[in-house]
């Protein structure tokens, strides 16, 4: 991994995506600045998981990861943008039941947009900063079918940013085209494996994790693939 002596801003959930694409970040570049949105999603369980590993990362007596110092992170900013659960019928903000949806091909869970717009969002501080760099956990390669993780419109929307703007922004997708087992074995080589404990994953916003939904199925292969035991307490296990 090529060390880069510059600035980057990760979107950061509390997930265990984005938890390893901040540690690959603090591990590429020289200062991190996180950005983490509340849209009143189901899951706000996710913000506080956020908060809290970002907390852990900032002291060196609360983790083990000996290659991080402590003052990598400059800032860790929560931007409300609950205005998107009044325009967004989804069973990640509305207590309705997860299903994948014959008609559009999707699960229940997509919100039209949200990629777009955190991207769009995060571009416009980043701009204020003289940011090039963005970094974003979606996945192609093992997902849930959302058309905005997709690499395809990560790279149309670099090229709208660039061209609105008129600023070379570069978004960097560490885990586009891996596995979750992949992921998890990204994080081990990055000495992380203990954050995940900490991260939300469970669409339902239950914790300990449901451990059926959707979200929790797919953590939960990649971690039996990846042949390590997930730390997150789960109710149905």
Not at 161 to 180: C, N, V, Y
């Amino acid at each position: 991994m090529t060390n880069l002596k510059e600035s980057c801003i990760v979107v950061f959930s509390g997930g265990q995506d984005s938890t390893t694409c901040l540690l690959w970040a603090l591990k590429k570049f020289k200062e991190i600045y996180v950005i983490t949105f509340n849209y009143r999603q189901r899951h706000q369980v996710e913000i506080e998981s956020a908060k809290k590993i970002i907390s852990i990362l900032k002291s060196k007596e609360n983790h083990s990861i000996e290659w991080l110092t402590d003052n990598s992170i400059k800032e860790h900013k929560i931007i409300d943008i609950s205005f998107l659960s009044e325009i967004s019928k989804s069973a990640m903000i509305q207590e309705t039941e997860i299903i994948y949806n014959e008609e559009t091909n999707l699960p229940s869970t997509f919100v039209p947009g949200r990629n777009i717009l955190f991207l769009t969002i995060v571009a416009a501080y980043a701009y204020q900063k003289k940011i090039h760099y963005l970094v974003t956990g979606v996945c192609q390669e093992d997902y849930s079918g959302y058309p905005d993780c997709r690499d395809t419109t990560i790279k149309s929307i670099q090229a709208s940013l660039q061209l609105g703007m008129e600023f070379d922004f570069i978004i960097h997708t560490p885990l586009m085209w891996k596995s979750k087992a992949r992921t998890i074995k990204l994080m081990e080589k990055l000495g992380g494996l203990e954050l995940y404990k900490y991260t939300h994953t469970c669409y339902k916003g239950e914790r300990p994790a449901c451990g059926e939904c959707f979200a929790c199925e797919l953590r939960l292969k990649g971690f039996k693939e990846a042949g390590i035991k997930d730390p997150l307490e789960y109710k149905s296990l």
